[in-house]
């Protein structure tokens, strides 16, 4: 379902089967309720959350803590039963702290797992690639915290720690394992001064992009057919300080060269074939400070990166593309 513009996953059931983790005790009773594989895998003590012959999803007991998790096997040659290794996903600990340990965290099938497996109060839930969990409080709302596995996957683990109010379950999560985001907005006054240094900027390109000959343009690492050297000029743009100039200066120290870049980016070549003289020749479009009164506002902030991080409260989500 959607909810404050989040997808949360919500399946109550997984197979057919209920197996909600609600608390220790519950996640105990049932590992102990389902009898462990027999027959040639029988020594790994494979119990399978929902149906048998899905002998890698299963309960798990570790050090005296139970819950959920996959245990992946293979048979030898010589017709022994091999493990590969238990990899627990939820586990609830005698204190009721359930511990989230990132698993295969790619797959929808691990988050209709997940979704079938969280106590209530506690959903999986994605915001576009983003991976939250979305904690039910006590003023009727939901918090939104970024799963572990964006941060380092395979790696972090996320504590869920319960707690009371008017008799009712919540969950926070432990303090050691938020994740705090940044947020990346426009910096409107940085954009302002840009700008006007945008403006000085276009003086100088109208008086030198016209002593740009073609054959400089047509240098073979910048020739206006091939899509390499305009790619060459838009990196130059985006990941260099073209734009600033130093205290005094009347024109920046790299002008020039940004100069070229936008010449570049901004012509053209085209080749037409005459019929009746069975010959192609080239047309070139040549790039004017036209060009520049026409740059776009999103291309203005990826070649001068007006931007600030702004750091998010605990809680909030946002889409990866900063909106």
Known sequence: MERNGTTVYMNALHRGRRIRMDNYNTVKQNYEAVKPISGIRSSLNLRPLTDRSRPYEVWIEQNGNYGAGFHSSHIGPQKIAKSNGVRPLLMFSPDNTLTFTP??????????????????????????????????????????????????????????????????????????????????????EVSKQLRQEFEAFKNYYAAMAGLISTEVSLADEFKFGESHGKHKSRDFLKLTDWLKRAEGEEIGSRWADAVRAFYIINSNTESRYDYEMQTTTRVYAHATVEDLNKLSTKDFYKYTRPYKDVLMPLGVSFWGNGR
Do not use: C
């Open 103 to 188: 698993q295969w965290m790619n797959s929808y099938a691990t988050w209709d797992l997940l979704s079938a497996l969280l106590p209530d109060g506690i959903h999986f839930a994605k915001k576009g690639a983003k991976q939250y969990f979305e904690l039910a409080t006590p003023d009727g709302g939901f918090s939104y915290f970024l799963s572990p596995y964006q941060r380092m996957p395979g790696a972090s683990i996320m504590r869920f720690i319960p707690y009371e109010i008017n008799g009712k379950r919540y969950f926070k999560v432990h303090a050691e394992d938020t994740v705090t985001e940044t947020k990346t907005l426009v910096d409107r």
